[in-house]
């Protein structure tokens, strides 16, 4: 399940591509600037490369001074043509800016529904495999040559018919179009090289038994010892499935809980992405917006509060968590300050330098007291709770 603090890592993640990209459209819009205003030996006089490259000097200066204003205001000392292409220069920046943030923000939401379309398919591939078997069972009865016949234990196993007859997960799997339908041979080829070999699946399988064997359906133990470990399989989520390292204990959790409560004898429910629904992606969409649209604000004040730091040189990452911790305490009127900063310095702790968490605590605690005598920081409700 995605709790909150994953949702905060999500927005931290979509946040530090979408500043790596802006610095890499800076980048571009200042190197176009410096070949708008470089001499053409074809058009120009040589003589003048100095004038030419003093040009080139203004021209940058002018765009990387004005990248938050957006404009160039008051340069009665520079060339109007200069100003000209500057302020073009800013507008198509804050036009690409604007996108990459929009593109990132889609992708960010996008993701939940990729990790659900996961969680689904993965319920299907015991049907899957029983399938698998099914074939196999019939080739073997075909052979001319009678041998012991093997044991096929997902054929006609109770979970797996219990999630054959789920007209929910049948449902679910139609409405987003998920199957494994054009992975038939990766199912061949796990079944009979990864599954059917695995060691602790082996006294489903007929093979030598385990010391004590398992008291859960096979089902179960393929995705409890199997599935989120076998190198084969894994490889595959990974390239299906963006950050899938980081969304891998949410699936596991997911479909390991749904598979147990159908051994318990509880009809097939699917999990819950969230606890609060709606309201944690609302979270989630609005740590990530109003941090690029505050971001103005926020690189001042973390700016004033480490004077002695070039506010390009602080960690990217320590950065952006800095943001998202101080638009949640502007903006949650619920979530208390210490909530917030304790949570920033867990995240700080797992994502960023061994120096982070002090770095990140000392910043916000001094932050959040100025704002909330400002009345920037302003709780009601839970968020009163320890927030003195």
Do not use: C
Not at 108 to 118: C, G
Not at 326 to 351: C, F, G, H, Q, R
Request: charged residues 35%; without cysteine; negative net charge.
């Amino acid at each position: 399940m995605l709790n909150r603090r994953i949702l905060r890592v999500k927005a931290m993640q979509a946040l530090y591509g979408h500043y790596t990209a802006v610095e890499s459209i800076k980048e571009v819009k200042r190197n176009e600037l410096e070949e708008m205003h470089a001499l053409d030996p074809a058009k120009h006089d040589f003589a003048d490369k100095a004038l030419f490259e003093a040009r080139k000097k203004q021209a940058v200066k002018l765009f990387n001074a004005n990248l938050l204003k957006g404009k160039v205001e008051n340069s009665t000392d520079v060339e109007k043509e200069v100003v000209e292409n500057v302020n073009a220069a800013l507008a198509e920046y804050e036009n690409l800016v604007h996108k990459e943030a929009r593109v990132r923000k889609n992708d960010m939401m996008k993701e939940a529904e990729r990790l659900m379309d996961t969680y689904i398919k993965l319920l299907l591939l015991p049907i899957e495999i029983e399938q698998r078997e099914k074939l196999d069972s019939e080739k073997e009865d075909k052979a001319y040559i009678a041998k012991e016949k093997k044991i096929y234990p997902f054929i006609g196993n109770e979970l797996v018919k219990k999630l054959k007859e789920s007209e929910l997960l049948q449902k679910e799997a139609a409405r987003s179009s998920i199957s494994w339908d054009n992975e038939h041979q990766e199912i061949k080829s796990w079944y009979r090289e990864q599954i059917r070999t695995s060691e602790p699946l082996q006294h489903f399988f007929g093979g030598s038994k385990l010391t004590e064997a398992p008291e859960n359906d096979i089902v179960l133990e393929l995705f409890k010892r199997v599935v989120f470990k076998n190198e084969a399989i894994v490889s595959y989520l990974e390239g299906t499935h963006l950050q899938w390292s980081e969304n891998q204990p949410i699936v596991k959790s997911m479909v390991v809980k749904t598979i147990k409560a159908l051994q318990d004898g509880e009809d097939l429910e699917l999990a819950e992405l969230t606890k609060n629904g709606e309201d944690d992606f609302k979270f989630l969409e609005r740590l990530f917006m109003d941090s690029i649209n505050q971001n103005e604000f926020l690189e001042e004040i973390i700016q004033s509060k480490t004077m002695n730091w070039d506010v390009d040189r602080i960690a990217l990452t320590d950065r952006v968590i800095l943001k998202i911790a101080l638009v949640e305490m502007m903006n949650s009127p619920s979530i208390p300050v210490k909530v917030t900063i304790n949570e920033a310095i867990e995240i700080s702790k797992m994502y960023s330098t061994p120096k982070s968490k002090q770095f990140v605590n000392g910043v916000l605690d001094v932050l959040s007291n100025e704002l909330t005598s400002s009345g920037k920081i302003r709780k009601s409700g839970r968020g009163l709770i320890d927030n003195k």
